[in-house]
């Protein structure tokens, strides 16, 4: 069956870093773009990063421009997200989802077609 993995979450000073991983099972991988989310508690879930199915283009909402990287390994079904320069405002849980959309449809939560448990990351001031 279908399988979204997240792992890297944790907690860590304002300023730190983080790598979030997901390995993906089930599917083509290589046919889906892949999308980071993350919901704040209390708060809606929003799109954070995205890359397209070949991983030539990656999307950020402009918050994290600069200090995340998406990156996606095809042979391996993984996709990552490198978090540097972490703020109190960047806790949340972080989800990672495929969608066979193109990136028009990052944004939206329902164009999602598989979706991880989520990973939590706190950050602290």
């Known amino acids: 069956q279908v399988q979204l993995v997240e792992s890297g979450g944790g907690s860590v000073q304002a300023g730190g870093s983080l790598r979030l991983s997901c390995v993906a099972s089930?599917?083509?991988?290589?046919?889906?773009?892949m999308v980071w989310f993350r919901q704040a508690p209390g708060k809606e879930r929003d799109f954070v990063a995205g890359?397209?199915?070949?991983?030539?283009?990656?999307y950020y909402i402009d918050s994290v421009k600069g200090r995340f990287t998406i990156t996606r390994d095809n042979a391996r079904n993984i996709v990552s997200l490198q978090m540097n320069s972490l703020k109190p405002e960047d806790t949340a849980v972080y989800y990672c989802?495929?969608?066979?959309?193109?990136?028009?449809?990052?944004?939206?939560?329902?164009?999602?077609?598989?979706w991880g448990k989520g990973t939590l990351v706190t950050v602290s001031s």
């Open positions: 989802a495929a969608t066979f959309r193109a990136s028009w449809a990052f944004e939206t939560p329902g164009d999602m077609s598989y």
């Open positions: 089930g599917f083509t991988f290589s046919h889906y773009a």
């Open positions: 890359i397209n199915s070949s991983g030539g283009s990656t």
